[in-house]
Structure formats: C-alpha cells, structure tokens
C-alpha cells in the first residue's frame, strides 16, 4: 500500500529565509511523487513532480524538491521564501498504473514579513 | 486555453436532500476524475471516468456516484446528503487514463464547496 506523511502542519518562515516542508512516502513499487499548492479559495496547482528521471526536480515560483530512495522523501525547498509563498502545500504519490493520487494531510506555510 | 470549470463553486443542501456537481474538463483532455477534501480526512479520491466509464474507485459509499458524457464532461451525485458530506470537491481532468508520467498529470479545477444542514 502507497502512503505519505508530511511533518509538520503549520511551518512558519520570515520573508527572505529557506523554506523547507518534508514529505515522506512508502510505496511497493518505484513511484511517482508531486507536489501541489493550494491558495485560498482555490484548487490544486502542480508545483512539481518526479517520475523516474533526475532526482533533483525543479518546478515552478522557485521551487524543488529532492528524490531520495534511501530516506523515502521528497522534501519541497526554496531557497527565499516570498509573502505570495503563504498557502498550503500537498506532497503525493500516485497509485501505480491507476493514475489516482494518494495525498498527505498538508502543510500550511506562513510567511513572516 | 481554459482550464478546468467545475460549477457550482458554492452550494447548500439539507440532510437527505442530493446534489448533483459538474466538471468541464480541459480542452482535449479525456479522462475525469473527482477528489474530495476536508478538513478531518484530507483530500481523497472518490473515482476517474475515462471514455464514459469508470476506471477506478476509491472506498466511498454507493451514495457517491459518477457519469462522464461524450464530451468528457462530468457530473457526480450524492444522494441521502448527511452533515459529513460537506466538503469541497475537487474535479481533476487529465489526457488519459493509466499512469501519471510525461503530460499525463492532473490538472484541478477550483472546486465545488458544498455545505449540508
């Protein structure tokens, strides 16, 4: 069975420091790892994701994440957090060849000015 | 080229009322599918349409229910409404079915937010 642990529901960063929210997922098979964000009011917007090619991902505003098999993580970095970085973010793993995403419970990323 | 439209974006419903929620997919893209999201559960997988018929299902009750018409638009229903049912629901649509890899990833739209009484 597929499953993800994000730590931390809440993490909160001053404007201009590292952004770090942690992912950890168990999986049978190879997986394929993504993580989505998700402002107010609004659906889900992929930010990256991993399927089976280099293990450091880049994705959109800034973003990346690391494939490590040996940690089973897939930990989501910026280097400068910016005040428009305040949302939730969501790490997943998809279920095989069925395509559906199994989602962790989310982090909450609060931006100190 | 215009994303995913899910309407309504906000309703209401009583206790043992049904609800009927519809997603347009993107242009070109066949394959639907439905997610739901709260606060206690998270976001979970309710099923995916890909060519009118339902590939896959997660573990929600027969009162959650689907359809995907010849356009690939969808609709889902949920039928005997309880208080828990309130949630947002979030309509994903994709190329195809099968696995996430290359183009083939999940594209949401701002979702259905339903409040039962």
């Known amino acids: 069975a597929q499953s993800v642990t994000q730590l931390g529901s809440h993490v909160s960063v001053s404007e201009g420091a590292l952004v770090l929210l942690r992912c950890n997922y168990s999986?049978?098979?190879?997986?394929?790892l993504f993580w989505y964000v998700q402002y107010p009011n609004q659906g889900l917007q992929l930010l990256l994701k991993?399927?089976?090619?280099?293990?450091l991902v880049k994705g959109i505003n800034g973003f990346e994440a690391e494939f490590k098999k040996s940690e089973t993580s897939f930990h989501l970095t910026k280097p400068s957090a910016h005040m428009s970085d305040a949302a939730e973010y969501f790490c997943a793993v998809s279920r095989g060849s069925q395509g559906n995403l199994i989602f962790g419970k989310g982090t909450k990323l609060s931006v100190k000015p | 080229k215009a994303g995913v439209t899910q309407t309504p974006r906000y309703l209401i419903k009583t206790r043992g009322q049904q609800v009927t929620l519809s997603c347009s997919p993107i242009?070109?893209?066949?394959?639907v599918s439905w997610y739901q999201q709260t606060p206690g559960q998270g976001l979970q997988f309710l099923f995916e349409y890909f060519s009118e018929t339902q590939r896959n299902k997660g573990n929600f009750p027969g009162r959650f229910s689907g359809r995907q018409f010849s356009n690939s638009r969808s609709e889902m229903n949920v039928s005997t409404l309880e208080l828990g049912d309130s949630a947002l629901y979030l309509c994903?649509?994709?190329?195809?079915?099968?696995?996430?890899?290359?183009?083939?990833?999940?594209?949401f739209g701002a979702g259905s937010r339903l409040t039962v009484l």
């Open positions: 991993y399927t089976s090619a280099a293990t």
């Open positions: 994903a649509s994709r190329l195809t079915s099968g696995s996430l890899s290359g183009a083939n990833v999940l594209t």
């Open positions: 242009s070109g893209h066949r394959s």
């Open positions: 999986s049978s098979v190879p997986p394929y």
